[in-house]
């Protein structure tokens, strides 16, 4: 039996009706139209779905969507300001190629935020410990940490 539930995402309100089985990946890409979160693996294990939950990263292939009302929820398509300025971490991911594919970009993203968010100057080992559970099938990893690293010295003012 379908529900209704009230999704604040990137900032706006959404009245959606829903499945109580329903992921929260599956409501933001096929109810929303937010087809920046990934479904890869649909099991938790490669972050490609990753988004923020009260500013926390998630696996939202994990979570019901019935689990998340009132919550506030941010996607990649979130990152950027109202008048179209991309955040540091999406413009280093331009700026270093930071993507290849684009499978793993929006969990990388949205992951890094979470840490830079905590702790804008971390280590190369501390970016790395918290982009553990994202995946990248391209093997890009070492320009995925760069461009986090870069981000951070953007977002305290230094690059």
Known sequence: M??????????????????PW???????????GLTGTRIMCNNGACGSCTVLIDEKPVSSC????????????TTIEGLADPEGKLHPLQETF????????????????????????????PTEDEVREALAGNLCRCGNYG????????????????A
């Open 143 to 158: 320009r995925i940490v760069q461009c986090v690293l870069a981000a951070g010295e953007m977002m305290k003012g230094g």
């Open 22 to 32: 329903w992921s929260l990946a599956y409501v933001l890409r096929e109810k929303l």
């Open 94 to 121: 331009v700026k270093y190629s930071g993507m290849q594919c684009g499978t793993c970009t929006g969990g990388m993203i949205l992951t890094s935020k979470a840490l830079l968010d905590k702790n804008p100057t």
């Open 62 to 73: 994990l979570k019901l969507a019935v689990q998340v009302e009132g919550k506030k929820i």
């Open 2 to 19: 379908a529900v209704t539930i009230n999704l604040i995402v990137n900032g706006d309100e959404y009245k959606v009706e829903v499945q």
